[in-house]
T-cell receptor, first 117, second 114 residues
Framework: AQKVTQAQTEISVVEKEDVTLDCVYETRDTTYYLFWYKQPPSGELVFLIRRNSFDEQNEISGRYSWNFQKSTSSFNFTITASQVVDSAVYFCALSGDAIQGAQKLVFGQGTRLTINP | DTGVSQDPRHKITKRGQNVTFRCDPISEHNRLYWYRQTLGQGPEFLTYFQNEAQLEKSRLLSDRFSAERPKGSFSTLEIQRTEQGDSAMYLC????????????FGPGTRLTVL
């Protein structure tokens, strides 16, 4: 069975601090995909990134960066120089190989991030 | 390019009543998913369609729940004889049916059962 664990329930930092959100996953699939979504107070899940299991390169997009390590089954998300607008609940998710029909997303419990001015 | 839309955004009903939610996916997307999210939890998969075919249902989807996607366009999720435990956010997402294309979510329908 697939499982995603986000051990940090809540994080609170002061604006401009860097913050890392942890994600650990479990799967027996050799091909799988990892995602991060942001859920602001409005409730809509906003897609941030997708990573496949064969691509372990880290990715940077502006103030956001992602560190994928298969050896530790982790896919961590770092926000550099955080801003108040980054306040939201962040979800890590996992899906299997679409060809096998296992497209459903398995989500972690989420990390509530609060950026204080 | 319009995103996924859901209607209504909020629904308050009394226990025992039937409710129906609608989801309109992104126009070129042929896969459509329903998830349920309770307070403080991540979304949980309920069911998905490829075109008009319902390909998978979670065990969370009791016999009081039914979903349809006629003609492979919009989808409806009906809950019969609602219970207080059905109170949750119901999320719809859509994607293209190729190797793990990304699921894009709608704003959700928040259901409160009194």
């Amino acid at each position: 069975a697939q499982k995603v664990t986000q051990a940090q329930t809540e994080i609170s930092v002061v604006e401009k601090e860097d913050v890392t959100l942890d994600c650990v996953y479990e799967t027996r699939d050799t091909t799988y995909y990892l995602f991060w979504y942001k859920q602001p107070p409005s409730g809509e899940l906003v897609f941030l990134i997708r990573r496949n299991s064969f691509d372990e390169q880290n990715e940077i997009s502006g103030r956001y960066s992602w560190n994928f390590q298969k050896s530790t089954s982790s896919f961590n998300f770092t926000i550099t120089a955080s801003q108040v607008v980054d306040s939201a609940v962040y979800f890590c998710a996992l899906s299997g190989d679409a060809i096998q029909g296992a497209q459903k997303l398995v989500f972690g419990q989420g990390t509530r991030l609060t950026i204080n001015p | 390019d319009t995103g996924v839309s859901q209607d209504p955004r909020h629904k308050i009903t009394k226990r025992g009543q039937n409710v129906t939610f609608r989801c309109d996916p992104i126009s070129e997307h042929n896969r459509l998913y329903w998830y349920r999210q309770t307070l403080g939890q991540g979304p949980e998969f309920l069911t998905y369609f490829q075109n008009e075919a319902q390909l998978e249902k979670s065990r969370l989807l009791s016999d009081r729940f039914s979903a349809e996607r006629p003609k492979g366009s919009f989808s409806t999720l009906e809950i019969q004889r609602t219970e207080q435990g059905d109170s949750a956010m119901y999320l719809c997402a859509s994607s293209l049916a190729r190797v793990s294309d990304t699921q894009y979510f709608g704003p959700g329908t928040r259901l409160t059962v009194l």
